[in-house]
């Protein structure tokens, strides 16, 4: 396979409403609807509708929510053969979008859904690309010892720091983050001076900044690459998408700027429709917003 994604999987059930809740407050969303969730989850996806081959590897419960998942995984065409299953319920992700596309999440993951260590292996599922999102850090840490060993590339998704992140965002080769865990970690809010607090964690050090675009650091020093301009409808999963087509990039060869600017395209479209999973666009539409300035 292309990309092999280890980490998260949970169902998504995305509530529209006119603004966040506020406490006491009881609001009756004006649209609702339910998909596959999770950082890794996405990114596997969202390489298979790029048309790259990739695999999941993470758990999901003996549930409802579990078979509809693995369900949405397989018709994607993602390997599901990394999955563990168990009793421990399916992780559960409730999502608020307001009319601006922002969004706040209360998410369940209880700490039994976790999957084993030797619920993957590089050495059987062959890949060019790891991605790991952290919250499997005993199974990511297992694959990132058979990629260091195997030559395999690797990539985390830092999306905000919590044990697994912490664990493994300098065990990679590729780390690329969010604006939430650049301040976090750097105590800086300027993007340039957060990229730079985080130097020598890993050869290839991104940060993804909303709106602001992205901020890269490699051996030439710092640049920058502006996002596309749209509309947001949800900004749920743009950072998955984002990530996922970063990884199919590093399995395609593409150069460092041109995958950035393909997989801002990914993110962006990913925007344009309520829900993760469900927004997640294929390769012409992403080629052709990438090809279009």
Sequence with gaps: ?????????????????????????KLRAIDMHSCGGGPAANAAVAIARLGGQAGFAGYLGNDAFGEAHLSELRKEGVDCSGISRGESPTPIACVTIKPDGQRSIVDYFPAQSTAPEDAASLKKQAAKVLLID?????????????????????????????DGTLMLYNKVDYLITSEKFAREMSKEDDPRLALAALDGAAPFIACTWGEDGVYWQDDDGQHHMPA????????????????????????????????????????ALTCLKNGARSALPNRDRVLALSHAY
């Design 1 to 25: 396979m292309d990309v092999l994604c280890a980490g998260y999987a949970c169902v998504d059930i995305n509530f529209k409403a006119k603004h966040h809740p506020v406490p006491d407050e």
């Design 134 to 162: 952290g919250h499997q850090p005993l199974l990511s840490a297992r694959l990132l010892d058979e990629a260091r060993e195997l030559g395999i590339p690797s990539l985390l998704d830092a999306g905000s720091v919590h």
């Design 228 to 267: 596309f301009d749209i509309e947001a409808v949800d900004t749920t999963g743009a950072g998955d998408a984002f990530h996922g087509a970063f990884a199919l990039g590093l399995a395609e060869g593409l150069g460092v700027r041109d995958n950035l600017r393909r997989a801002s395209a990914t993110a």
